[in-house]
């Protein structure tokens, strides 16, 4: 880990920023055709752009997330593809075999240190500029310290403890620090997440807005550390704030991710979600061919035609997941998608045609797909594995199943049911599917079972069994109905 931390921590503020770690003089001069740091960190746009670069590895992240929070747990499985086994490292993740030399998860680990490193030098300028208005250096301040927070807590989450980097890295030997122990990085993610919520608005749902830390996402990532260590108390009073900002369900579920509504004037339900555009600039997102099966073209599902053999196949739901929700739930048909078809000579899978996993049963003849369906918005862009798919990393939804664990767990399971069946009625469309038991440990399983219902897919699911100490029990039993299915 020490090897990787070394080479990851220099991913500054931007690609071509050039260090120097020798003693500078009056000969030295910076090349006036590059960003370095002897002429950037002067302005208030310097400061700005820096800032829209600590954002951007929450994309590479993002891209890489489901195999570790989804595929580890009982929601997500992979299609397994004979031809081509260089998707070995991924399929190791789900089926625990993976090691400190996995590439995918080494991804993660190194993209959040960049993410750190950029902020680290965010903070490190501005304590010593004179110039910003105070207005716009808390601004900039608070947004950093919520990103820096957010990395921090991915990391620790993940890989437990970790080197704790608080300044920018600009030497190689200065990128050999020790890792701390988890509880001293909770402590950091706290102290930070607190300062950047005294410093950041609430939230405006101004579109230039969309995408950028705020109170509220502060508020919500807050708690979501608190709860991670089981302490409901210090969680409850953050996720009451962020019911007074503003934020509301979206009526239908299918709309929460559908691209058209990705500006924050459009989607009130969205809290913090990762940014992703379309194109040839290198900001688009591919999820949905991650998701699709593999097939030698993708017409019939996504309008374009491409060939995904070996690249999709994943984050496949699983027949324990598909069997856990009721009859009248629209989360089902929302989440879970069916494509039908035939296997052709080459033994590739040849899709004719997709239906609705509402009632669906089998018909005999036909080769049935089963695939994530929760961010399927077709039809797509005609370049290769690009799309404009955002990736949420909080939702409202999320925030009112949180809010009902913490009265659940305070003792006041009463009032626990009032958020717990709000999601319940948008999915139902009704209140006749309302949850009614005061009981706290019948609701502490049905909230922990309607948070797999409602985010299925979302990365959330890992993460709750490990928070929550069911990840053994959980996944032994998994295990062996998964050993009689595969």
Request: charged share 20%.
């Amino acid at each position: 880990m020490k090897k990787i931390n070394a080479y990851i921590i220099f991913g500054g503020l931007i690609a071509s920023l050039v260090l120097f770690s020798c003693q500078k003089s009056f000969l030295t001069l910076y090349p006036e055709g590059n960003l370095n740091e002897g002429i950037f960190y002067k302005t208030d746009a310097d400061f700005l752009q820096a800032l829209v670069g600590a954002y951007t590895p929450l994309r590479d992240i993002a891209i890489n997330s489901f195999w570790m929070d989804e595929m580890r747990s009982d929601n997500a499985t992979y299609d397994y593809y004979s031809k081509d086994r260089g998707n070995a490292a991924r399929e190791n993740i789900s089926t625990f075999l993976d090691d400190a030399t996995n590439g995918v998860t080494a991804i993660r680990y190194q993209s959040a240190y960049i993410g750190i490193n950029r902020v680290n030098a965010i903070l490190d300028h501005l304590e010593t500029n004179t110039t910003m208005g105070d207005s716009l250096k808390n601004l900039v301040k608070g947004e950093a310290k919520a990103l820096r927070g957010h990395y921090y807590f991915d990391l620790v989450r993940n890989f437990g403890g970790v080197p704790l980097h608080l300044h920018e890295t600009l030497k190689y030997g200065d990128a050999f620090l020790s890792r701390t122990s988890p509880d001293s990085v909770y402590n950091q993610v706290i102290n930070d997440l607190t300062e950047a919520k005294a410093l950041l608005p609430n939230p405006t749902f101004a579109d230039a807005q969309t995408g950028r830390a705020n109170k509220g996402v502060v508020s919500t990532e807050l708690a979501a550390v608190y709860m991670q260590r089981k302490d409901f108390a210090n969680a409850l009073p953050h996720l009451q704030d962020v019911t007074k900002m503003g934020y509301v369900l979206q009526t239908s579920f299918t709309d929460i991710f559908n691209p058209t509504n990705k500006l924050a004037s459009k989607n009130k339900e969205l809290i913090f979600d990762v940014q992703f555009q379309s194109g040839t600039t290198g900001q688009s997102s591919n999820f949905i061919y991650r998701f699709i099966p593999n097939m030698p073209a993708t017409t019939v599902l996504l309008g374009v035609n491409f060939n995904v053999n070996g690249y999709g196949g994943w984050d496949v739901p699983t027949p324990d997941l598909m069997s856990i929700f009721e009859s009248g739930d629209n989360r089902y048909g929302a989440s879970v998608g069916v494509v039908e078809g035939t296997i052709n000579s080459n033994q590739d899978f040849v899709p004719t045609r997709v239906v609705s996993a509402i009632g669906y049963a089998p018909p005999a003849g036909v080769t049935v797909k089963y695939f994530c369906k929760k961010f399927y918005y077709p039809p797509y862009p005609n370049i290769n594995l690009n799309t404009d798919q955002n990736w949420p990393l909080y939702r409202y939804g999320d925030v009112l199943l949180m809010l009902a664990e913490c009265l659940n767990e305070t003792s006041q399971s009463s009032q626990a049911l009032v958020y717990v069946n709000q999601i319940r009625q948008r999915a139902f469309g009704n209140a006749t599917h309302n949850l009614s038991t005061s009981d706290q440990t019948l609701l502490r399983a049905a909230i922990a079972l309607e948070r797999r219902r409602e985010l299925a897919f979302e990365n959330k699911r890992w993460q709750d069994l490990v928070r929550t100490d069911a990840a053994i029990s959980v996944m032994t039993a998994y295990g062996i109905k998964a050993k009689q299915l595969y």
